[in-house]
């Protein structure tokens, strides 16, 4: 394993190669600071990566390439320059054997729904804001402020639950408030009559960047720009334990190869999941954080993606499935994204999304059944003759989704003040933070991680609430606590 250089001194391990963690590296190189990643996996990109099967390339998920934050907009367009697509954003819910435009289109609604009860989901409205939850505690309580009860029944409490597997009452409204940004039922029912002009919220962009071979493709890339500049990319290395003293991390132990090796720096930037970085301590943290840290889950995820010997099966990026006759809970179509994800044009690849968690009937289903679950369902939903179907591929992805529950609320603040207490070392990205962000937040934590190290005082924790996000200004001067995709 390569080694950093002891005589430089500041010297930065980078645990993790997803967005946050190459970011740091990348500006870290930048600075002319001696970097290394180390990454568990053999590939780069984590939960951003891109897959490829037979030549069909596919996300884990879907990636979005949109930001507010203009620093991480001039980053995405260093590394990969001219080489993204313009994409038109179509995606539909699917519900009650009815396909529905999103973001809502009123005639559209109107069909599909019925006069009748359009009319009653305007008094559920008109009604939630007359007698509204008094304090928002959880998911449902704070969406149904907003968009009225019925309007929760049926478009957000079907798809939410089998993403989250609970109750939504037993999600925290503070997740909501992350991920439908400056949307509410008035905004959607503007935006369903008239076209939107400026300060869309970015939860109804109607297109976006994407890299031609995926979202891979940036991390891939920026892996080869930061092993340029002299910071090695350590794949298949596991970090096993963090030796530290007292408040200070003095090395990491790596298992690569069958070896384990120390790999010593003056800082550190974490972006594994909190949970297994906390765990992985030596000697362990107190009690009470051990216990605190066991309180944190996570939601886990598989894609079976489906080679269909069509050439055009529907027009979406994506379709959100709310119908709980099918498990299926998210349908990605990566043609539609970028044609260079096919190696056969006269062909598409489907990617069927099933939220589950390690362990359970869905993620221990053999994978030969999981590809015919997938292809039997996407017949069910009518998008294709199950005959047309020709082959298919699980892949199946752990720390998918990090969950807000009241667990996870009433231990956070134990969590983080502790990690907060270390003096050289950081917490970045999606699973460092414990934060369903994405991967433009990820990176920005991993920036202002760096110039902590040079000497200026963020709080990455904070990252990620909406008005900061509109308004971050990464300036060296700038006090900043800030705050694209599926």
């Given at each position: 394993m390569r080694s950093l250089d002891s005589r430089s001194p500041l010297r930065v391990v980078v645990l993790g190669a997803g967005p946050a963690g190459l970011t740091a590296a990348y500006t870290l190189c930048k600075r002319g600071i001696p970097a290394m990643v180390l990454e568990k996996t053999s590939m780069v990109g984590g939960h951003a990566r891109t897959e490829e099967y037979k030549g069909y390339r596919f996300d884990i998920g879907g990636h979005r390439f949109f930001t507010k934050i203009e620093e991480v907009n001039e980053i995405w367009h260093e590394v990969l320059g001219d080489e993204f697509v313009r994409v038109p954003r179509l995606s539909r819910i699917y519900y009650s054997d009815?396909?529905?435009?999103?973001?809502?289109?009123?005639?559209?609604?109107?069909?599909?729904?019925?006069?009748?009860?359009?009319?009653?989901?305007?008094?559920?409205?008109?009604?939630?804001?007359?007698?509204?939850?008094?304090?928002?505690?959880?998911?449902?309580?704070?969406?149904s402020n907003r968009f009225g009860r019925r309007l929760f029944r049926i478009f957000f409490k079907t798809y939410t639950e089998k993403v989250w597997g609970i109750p939504c009452t037993e999600i925290r409204a503070e997740w909501a408030a992350q991920r439908i940004t400056n949307l509410t039922f008035a905004v959607a029912l503007k935006n369903a009559i008239f076209k939107p002009k400026e300060k869309i919220a970015k939860t109804l962009i109607e297109?976006?960047?994407?890299?031609?071979?995926?979202?891979?493709?940036?991390?891939?890339?920026?892996?080869?720009?930061?092993?340029?500049?002299?910071?090695?990319?350590?794949?298949?290395?596991?970090?096993?334990?963090?030796?530290?003293?007292?408040?200070?991390?003095?090395?990491?132990?790596?298992?690569?190869?069958?070896?384990?090796?120390?790999?010593?720096?003056?800082?550190?930037?974490?972006?594994?999941?909190?949970?297994?970085?906390?765990?992985?301590?030596?000697?362990?943290?107190?009690?009470?954080?051990?216990?605190?840290?066991?309180?944190?889950?996570?939601?886990?995820?598989?894609?079976?993606?489906?080679?269909?010997?069509?050439?055009?099966?529907?027009?979406?990026?994506?379709?959100?499935?709310?119908?709980?006759?099918?498990?299926?809970g998210r349908v990605q179509n990566f043609k539609n994204w970028s044609k260079a994800m096919v190696p056969d044009l006269r062909?598409?690849?489907?990617?069927?999304?099933?939220?589950?968690?390690?362990?359970?009937?869905?993620?221990?289903?053999?994978?030969?059944?999981?590809?015919?679950?997938?292809r039997q369902e996407l017949g069910a939903i009518g998008l294709t003759n199950t005959s047309d179907i020709e082959d298919g591929v699980v892949i199946r992805e752990p720390y998918a989704y990090p969950v807000y529950d009241a667990d996870y609320y009433d231990s956070r603040d134990a969590v983080q003040g502790y990690l907060k207490s270390f003096e050289n070392l950081q917490s970045v990205g999606r699973n460092g933070l414990h934060r369903y962000d994405n991967q433009d937040h990820?990176?920005?934590?991993?920036?202002?991680?760096?110039?902590?190290?040079?000497?200026e005082n963020h709080d990455v924790w904070s990252i990620n609430t909406e008005k900061q996000y509109h308004e971050v200004v990464l300036s060296s001067e700038a006090q900043v606590s800030a705050g694209a995709e599926l």
């Open positions: 009815t396909f529905f435009d999103y973001p809502l289109r009123i005639f559209n609604v109107l069909k599909g729904l019925g006069p009748v009860n359009s009319f009653l989901i305007l008094l559920s409205y008109l009604y939630a804001q007359v007698r509204p939850y008094p304090q928002e505690e959880n998911f449902e309580e704070w969406v297109e976006f960047d994407y890299p031609q071979l995926g979202p891979g493709m940036m991390w891939e890339r920026m892996r080869d720009k930061v092993e340029a500049q002299g910071a090695p990319v350590e794949l298949n290395a596991e970090v096993i334990r963090l030796e530290r003293s007292d408040r200070r991390v003095d090395q990491v132990i790596v298992r690569c190869n069958g070896r384990e090796e120390a790999i010593s720096g003056t800082h550190f930037i974490s972006s594994i999941p909190i949970k297994e970085l906390i765990l992985r301590m030596d000697p362990p943290p107190p009690p009470p954080i051990l216990a605190a840290i066991q309180k944190f889950k996570y939601r886990d995820f598989l894609t079976v993606v489906l080679i269909v010997n069509q050439e055009r099966l529907f027009p979406d990026n994506w379709i959100y499935v709310h119908s709980p006759k099918v498990k299926v062909k598409t690849s489907v990617g069927m999304e099933y939220f589950c968690n390690v362990g359970d009937e869905l993620w221990t289903m053999a994978d030969e059944d999981l590809v015919e679950l997938a990820a990176m920005i934590s991993a920036i202002l991680a760096v110039r902590n190290i040079l000497g």
